[in-house]
């Protein structure tokens, strides 16, 4: 049974560039959320798609966008790149209880903004 | 709001030894509480999660923890210390009904022989 899988693994991109960062849920889960993980910090919440809506956002600017589409699968799209944008980027499925029953996280994408 | 506090950024425990991760938390309603592991160059791992049953959960890799209300803690032990638990542990808050994860800033466990 596949897990959460997100490509690339690694990707180096230049300030002011887009990156599209992708991620397939694991089977039989239907929300995905993102998250940042800055270097030597815990995860920060960016949003989470459920129904191919945006329903909960955090803290984040407007240069960080999202998609999910019919099959669940979902991608975080960030404009206008930034150095502080360095990150390991974190992708988690769960059901629509996943407050309750757990996320599942995949292996993450290392963004790297030069 | 959701906070979660993490005491010691950095555990240093030798092999055989008792592990004992800290985790402190505030939640204005009843939360649900997770501890993660995170081993180098990989993303998170559930190791165990608290959903108001038992005060007192069993995970993966012999950990548990224990929920205190009283104490607003929700702390992580494993009796004895293996070299491979060497890794970086997240605990999280999840308010009941929103479906957001709130981290620690993570505790580094070191295990020496």
């Known amino acids: 049974d596949a897990g959460v899988t997100q490509s690339p693994t690694h990707l180096i991109k230049t300030r002011g560039q887009q990156v599209t960062l992708r991620c397939s849920p694991k089977?039989?889960?239907?929300?995905v959320s993102w998250y940042q993980q800055a270097l030597g910090q815990g995860p920060q919440f960016i949003f989470q798609?459920?129904?191919?809506?945006?329903?909960q956002r955090g803290n984040f600017p407007d240069r960080f966008s999202g998609h999910q589409f019919p099959n669940y699968s979902s991608e975080l799209n960030v404009n206008a790149l930034l150095l502080g944008d360095s990150a390991l980027y974190l992708c988690?499925?769960?059901?629509?209880?996943?407050?309750?029953?757990?996320?599942?996280f995949g292996s993450g994408t290392r963004l790297t903004v030069v | 709001a959701q906070s979660v506090t993490q005491l010691g950024s950095h555990v240093s425990v030798s092999e055989g030894a008792l592990v004992l991760l800290r985790c402190n938390y505030s939640?204005?309603?009843?939360?649900?509480l997770f501890w993660y592991v995170q081993y180098p160059n990989q993303g998170l791992q559930l190791l165990l999660k608290y959903t108001s049953a038992a005060t007192l959960v069993k995970g993966i890799n012999g950990f548990e923890a224990e929920f205190k209300k009283s104490e607003t803690s929700f702390h992580l032990t494993k009796p004895s210390a293996h070299m491979s638990d060497a890794a970086e542990y997240f605990c999280?808050?999840?308010?009941?009904?929103?479906?957001?994860?709130?981290f620690g800033t993570g505790t580094r466990l070191l295990v020496s022989p």
């Open positions: 089977s039989g889960h239907d929300t």
């Open positions: 798609y459920y129904e191919e809506e945006e329903r």
């Open positions: 988690a499925s769960s059901s629509r209880q996943g407050d309750r029953y757990g996320y599942t």
């Open positions: 939640s204005s309603v009843p939360p649900y």
């Open positions: 999280a808050v999840s308010d009941t009904g929103f479906q957001k994860l709130v």
